[in-house]
């Protein structure tokens, strides 16, 4: 197979190198494996100290933690103000209350510090704890890690990358940073984006499209589901679950039955979920390949991670 048919919404972005490189990860024989452990490891059932599931999976809350995690690795790297609590909430979209409601919410978890600035004491410099990195890393983490299926091995081993927080701080800072400058890998994907603004609702869609692939496959697991088992999993009540199906009914991107079998399953639901994974394969890869054999404190331009993307994916 010669050529590999991308999601209609990432046309405009074909000829980057990035979507190249993503349509050549989903013409691996392999690639329908790769998905299906990126989805597994993500529903995965694990302690879990905090209920993360409610703290973060949810965009709007997702997306403060992320770019608070920039905003500390660009002030260490003297390329940016300290991070207080009115930097985040001038740099993040939405209620400047809920923001300041989250962040003490994580302070008093311990997964927020808080220290006053030595050159200014009223200001309070807020620290990412490694905890809340990986917490916020473990879609980018289980990407990276469903990526080796299908790719060359990388410098960096996703397990040493997850457990190194001057790293782990960088990678997803640049992540961050790239999409502020261009966003090809989330906005053009509605079913993602519509399940994201969900509590655990990108759980949930990964939980379908694995019943999905392993059906592809001529196996599955029955009744998996069922209200009562993804409320359960995810731990939110049956009603969520009940709203998060029956818009996904409403409009047309899957059905499940009420015995919780994946009943409806459109081409352009699932080509739309492989090519979205593909090119966050593509990404988080060529942002390890940035930050290997640099040092910790090395600065790398927002900019210059789409201008030189060429670069980093030859």
């Known amino acids: 197979m010669s050529e590999t048919r991308l999601y209609a919404g990432v046309n405009d972005f074909a000829a980057d190198t990035l979507w190249v490189e993503a349509a050549r990860l989903m013409r691996h024989p392999s690639y329908s494996v790769a998905v299906l452990s990126y989805c597994e490891a993500m529903i995965a059932r694990v302690p879990k100290v ?37 930097l985040l909430q001038r740099s993040t979209p939405g209620s400047p209350r809920q923001i300041a409601a989250f962040i003490s919410g994580l302070r008093d978890r311990g ?16 620290k990412p704890s490694l905890e809340l990195m990986r917490e916020i890393g473990q879609s980018p983490l289980a990407i990276l890690s469903a990526a080796e299926v299908v790719a060359p091995p990388l410098p960096i081993r996703t397990d040493d990358l997850a457990g190194d927080e001057t790293l782990l701080a960088h990678w997803l800072a640049l992540s961050a940073e790239r999409y ?19 509590d655990a609702g990108h759980l949930v869609f ?24 993804l409320a359960e999993r995810f731990d939110v009540s049956r009603q969520h679950i009940s709203n998060i199906l029956d818009e996904a009914a ?65």
């Open 250 to 314: 409403e409009k047309g991107w899957y059905c499940v039955s009420p015995g919780g079998e994946l009943a409806l399953m459109p081409d352009d639901t699932f080509l739309q979920f492989e090519t979205w994974v593909a090119g966050q394969m593509a990404h988080y890869r060529r942002l390890v390949l940035a930050i290997a054999g640099k040092t910790s404190g090395a600065a790398i331009p927002a900019g210059a991670i789409v201008q030189k993307s060429d670069a980093l994916s030859d």
């Open 50 to 86: 905090l209920p993360a599931n409610k703290l973060f999976a949810q965009k709007q809350r997702y997306l403060v933690s992320f770019i608070l995690i920039c905003l500390h690795v660009q002030w260490l790297q003297s390329r940016g103000p300290a991070p207080s609590l009115a």
């Open 180 to 198: 502020t400058v261009k966003d090809d890998l989330f906005g053009p994907f509605p079913i993602i984006v519509r399940h994201s603004e969900r």
């Open 111 to 126: 997964l927020v510090t808080a220290t006053s600035l030595e050159t200014d004491r009223r200001t309070q410099v807020l």
């Open 206 to 229: 990964c939980a379908v499209m694995a019943a999905a692939l392993r059906q592809r496959q001529g196996g599955g697991i029955a009744g998996s589901l069922t209200y009562r088992a």
